[in-house]
């Protein structure tokens, strides 16, 4: 038996019956996403004066993953629109670009956290800050290497000077005090970052998956019912259209803010 309103829109709605399902989705996760933004507000505006990170993020690769997702967007609206006019070789076209662009995406991000996840602040016996990225190859048993800089105080650490000298420090182990990398256990800011940024970057991975599997495994649905797979499209691309806007939403606040 076939399901009805599965391919032409509902009378009473003017949806077909996925179409109403993905909107009921995109409105949960409007909700998830709303509640996480709305702590980082209350985190932030709760934390004591000069307490809070700027510029720990690189702006540049941010805007780079924006550039990204926003072509990406581009290409799913051509590759509906392709689909629509019937030409299902320049659909693959625009949807393997897609595809390409959310590989991108998490490419840039992973390699962001490796960045945050060798470096570190060293916290020494005489209370001086020393921050900066471990160097492995130099790193031994008895000394700790690092291509950083040394902050005055933690206010300075919490907000450094664009273009710091950056300077190769040794440190001796019996010195340090504390050592620690900027993981999301590291403070309030870095555990907001992972969260906010972590959930973004499975929700593209979960898109990327499938788009990738309506592109291609499940491609053979166009020559057998060709209104069921761009419905189908259609559906992939509003779901991506919102991890894109989400993600205008975090660059910003993270990066720029």
Known sequence: MEIPYSVKPRPDTGLYNAKVGIWLFLASEVMLFGALFCSYILLRV???DGMWPHHWLNIWLGMTNTIVLIFSSVTV????????MGQFKRYK??????ILCALTFLCIKSYEYHDKFI????????????????????TTADTVALLGWW???EAALMDPPMGHPVEKIEIPR???KTMENYGPWH???TAIYFVLTGLHALHV????IVIFAIWGPLAKVWEQDPERYINRVEVSGLFWHFVDLVWIFLFPVLYLL
Request: proline share 4%; aromatic share 8%.
């Open 77 to 84: 609206v051509l590759s509906w629109a392709s689909l629509k």
């Open 46 to 48: 709760n934390a004591p």
């Open 93 to 98: 076209l625009y949807q393997g670009v897609t």
């Open 205 to 208: 991975l979960a898109g990327a």
């Open 119 to 138: 470096h570190y602040e060293v916290i020494l016996t005489d209370g001086r800050i020393a921050d900066g990225h471990i160097e492995k190859g130099q």
């Open 151 to 153: 902050p005055k105080d």
């Open 187 to 189: 403070n309030t800011y």
């Open 174 to 176: 019996k010195q340090i």
